[in-house]
Nanobody, 121 residues
């Protein structure tokens, strides 16, 4: 069981950067694979990035590859999403998610409440 709380969202102009944080309350944070998703108004939730339990392996959607970087600090029970070169198409509510060890790599078990990211042109 883990509780996830996102922060760092806000309003930024196109070309700017934001760094999102996700704080986890569980005692076994290092045992969870972590991910980021986003959902724009009227659209389905989409995958953004994920990171392995040890932080070594990362994977990104094609739309953010090269612009976003996911990282984690297991000692601080925190996962980050550094977002650079933002465009209006990145505007969405961003969600942090956690997966159990036995959960398939494409699935997640726990979700945060989300944080709004708005990119103006």
């Amino acid at each position: 069981q883990v509780q996830l709380v996102e922060s760092g969202g806000g309003l930024v102009q196109a070309g700017g950067s934001l760094r999102l944080s996700c704080a986890a309350s569980g005692r076994t944070f290092r045992s969870y694979r972590m991910g980021w998703f986003r959902q724009a108004p009227g659209k389905e939730r989409e995958f953004v990035a994920r990171i392995s339990r040890d932080g070594v392996v990362t994977y990104y959607s094609d739309s953010v590859k090269g612009r976003f970087t996911v990282s984690r600090d297991n000692a601080m029970n925190t996962v980050y999403l550094q977002m650079n070169s933002l465009s209006p198409e990145d505007t969405a509510v961003y969600y942090c998610a956690a997966a159990l060890i036995a959960t398939p790599s494409s699935r997640f078990d726990y979700w945060g409440q989300g944080t709004q990211v708005t990119v103006s042109s």
